[in-house]
C-alpha cells in the first residue's frame, strides 16, 4: 500500500549544529513532496515542497533532497535553534492529483541549548 | 490573521451527539481540505473541495461524517453519533488550484469524546 515513513521517531541535536530528518516513500506514483513541522497543539506549518524533476531545493536554513532511484527524501536545517524543535513530517501526493497529501509518522527533533 | 482559521478550536461531548466544525480558508484559495490527526501520527486525509463540488473522499469517511461547502468559501465537517475513536485532532488546509501548490493548514479543532 502507499506509506511515507521516517526512519527515526525522535532526533537529538545541539543548538547550533546541522540536523537531517530522513523520510522513506514506497509510492513510485508521488512526484510532489513536502516537508511540514508540527509544535505542539498547532497545524503543520509548511516549510519547503519539491517536485520530482528535481533533485535539491533551498530555503532559507532549510534544504531538501530527493532521490527518486531509492525513493528517499530528507530535510536539512542549517545552524538548528531551539525554535526548530517540532515534529517534522513529510508528505507525498501525485502530481495529477493534488486532492490527497499522505503523511508518515513524524519526527521528533529536539534541540539541546 | 490571513491564515486557516478553524473553529472552535476545542469540543468535548458525550458519546452520540453530533458535533459540527467550521473552516474558513485563505480568502483566494479554491481548494479545501479536512484530515484527521490521531496522537503521534500523522494526519490522514478525509475529504477536499475544489470550490463547492467535493472531489475526493477517503474510506476513513464514514456515513455518520458530511462535510459541505456550499458557496465555495467556508467549509464545515459534522460528525453525527459521535463515538469514542472520533476523539482525534480534525485539521483543515486550503491551497490555490494548479499543479505542485502546497497545503496551509489551520490549528485544528480537537475533540474528545466522553
Known amino acids: 500500500g502507499e506509506s511515507v515513513g521516517l526512519h527515526l521517531p525522535t532526533l537529538s541535536v545541539q543548538e547550533g549544529d546541522n540536523s537531517i530528518i530522513n523520510c522513506a516513500y514506497s509510492?513510485?506514483?508521488?512526484?510532489?513532496f513536502i516537508w511540514y513541522k508540527q509544535e505542539s497543539g498547532k497545524g503543520p506549518q509548511f516549510i519547503i515542497d519539491?517536485?520530482?524533476?528535481?533533485d535539491k531545493r533551498q530555503g532559507q536554513r532549510v534544504t531538501v533532497l530527493l532521490n527518486k532511484t531509492v525513493k528517499h527524501l530528507s530535510l536539512q536545517i542549517a545552524a538548528t535553534q531551539p525554535g526548530d524543535s517540532a515534529v517534522y513530517f513529510c508528505a507525498e501526493t501525485p502530481m495529477v492529483n493534488t486532492g490527497k497529501l499522505i503523511f508518515g509518522q513524524g519526527t521528533t527533533l529536539q534541540v539541546k541549548p | 490573521d490571513t491564515g486557516v482559521s478553524q473553529n472552535p478550536r476545542h469540543k468535548i461531548t458525550k458519546r452520540g451527539q453530533n458535533v459540527t466544525f467550521r473552516c474558513d480558508p485563505i480568502s483566494e484559495h479554491n481548494r479545501l481540505y479536512w484530515y484527521r490527526q490521531t496522537l503521534g501520527q500523522g494526519p490522514e486525509f478525509l475529504t477536499y473541495?475544489?470550490?463547492?463540488?467535493?472531489?475526493?473522499k477517503s474510506r476513513l469517511l464514514s456515513d455518520r461524517f458530511s462535510a459541505e461547502r456550499p458557496k465555495g468559501s467556508f467549509s464545515t465537517l459534522e460528525i453525527q453519533r459521535t463515538e469514542q475513536g472520533d476523539s482525534a485532532m480534525y485539521l483543515c488546509a486550503s491551497s490555490p488550484a494548479g499543479l505542485g501548490q502546497p497545503q496551509h493548514f489551520g490549528d485544528g479543532t480537537r475533540l474528545s469524546i466522553l
Open positions: 519539491i517536485r520530482s524533476n528535481m
Open positions: 509510492n513510485s506514483a508521488s512526484d510532489y
Open positions: 473541495f475544489q470550490n463547492e463540488a467535493q472531489l475526493e
